[in-house]
């Protein structure tokens, strides 16, 4: 038998959402933040430039959800399968 602990799958689960949840909240916020700053400084207070800052945060955010929930499609990423102990 194992004498290690095992974690449910449920928390990894739990784990794994709350990490793409916070993820989602701060790139989000901080391309949209990007965005606004950018708008008024640079771009005399045009709205393209937030819409594209808030699309980036966003989209590194569900790239790093589809690292997180499938690490199989990281390049160059191998899995090996455990040799059973006897």
Excluded: C
Aim: aromatic letters at 10%.
């Amino acid at each position: 038998m194992s004498t290690k602990n095992k974690i449910p799958s449920e928390d990894i689960l739990a784990q794994k959402w709350d990490r793409t949840l916070s993820n989602f909240i701060v790139k989000t916020g901080l391309g949209l933040s990007v965005g606004i700053v950018a708008s008024a400084l640079l771009f005399k207070k045009r709205t393209w430039p937030i819409a594209i800052a808030t699309g980036w945060g966003f989209g590194t955010a569900y790239a790093d959800a589809q690292r997180i929930f499938h690490p199989s499609n990281i390049p160059g990423a191998r899995f090996e399968k455990e040799k059973p102990s006897v």
